[in-house]
């Protein structure tokens, strides 16, 4: 009963708790595109069970409001402005967090743009621009976040697809 208040009083939705055998107690997750719908979605998700959360990504406003959720869950939040595509600023991002922090348990590539133009209508900016996000984001940031994981004695990386990888445009 407890937990189905706590539920709907944070909007969690995992009412009857079956997220408990997933614990994550002061693990720290790393969120790439953590302002987004999904993003913000995952951090709620990862603070419920116990996970602090760093939220990654460009806009600061939606950043700063997943992290409010977090808090509010009684987990820590951090926010960092980074490009996923910038090689820079995800080692500064991974610096940052490991300076903050001091453990970096999960990664959770997350971070991700999409168009609607067909093939033939895309240029070859536009696709460059996708494949920079999509594909060197991730590669840039497990580069940037794994040393510190390593040196943690290891953790877990998860990277978000789109039904896109599996279907053409």
Not at 11 to 16: A, I, L, S, T, V
Request: charged residues 25%.
């Amino acid at each position: 009963r407890k937990r189905e208040e706590e539920c709907r009083q944070w909007g969690c939705e995992d009412p009857r708790g079956r997220l408990e055998k997933f614990r994550l107690d002061d693990r720290v997750a790393v969120i790439t595109g953590g302002g987004g719908g999904l993003g913000s979605l995952a951090a709620r998700t990862f603070a419920s069970v116990g996970a602090d959360v760093a939220l990654l990504g460009r806009n600061v406003d939606n950043l700063e409001a997943a992290a409010g959720v977090v808090r509010e869950l009684g987990r820590t939040a951090h926010v960092i402005q980074a490009d996923v595509s910038d090689p820079d600023s995800m080692a500064d991002a991974a610096r940052s967090l490991d300076e903050v922090a001091g453990r970096i348990d999960i990664l959770f590539n997350n971070a991700g743009v999409t168009s609607t133009k067909t093939l033939l209508d895309t240029d070859p900016a536009d696709w460059q621009a996708l494949m920079d996000v999509n594909v060197t984001g991730t590669y840039l940031t497990i580069r940037a976040f794994a040393p510190a994981m390593i040196r943690g004695g290891g953790g877990r990386i998860s990277n978000m697809g789109s039904l896109l990888s599996a279907r053409g445009m």
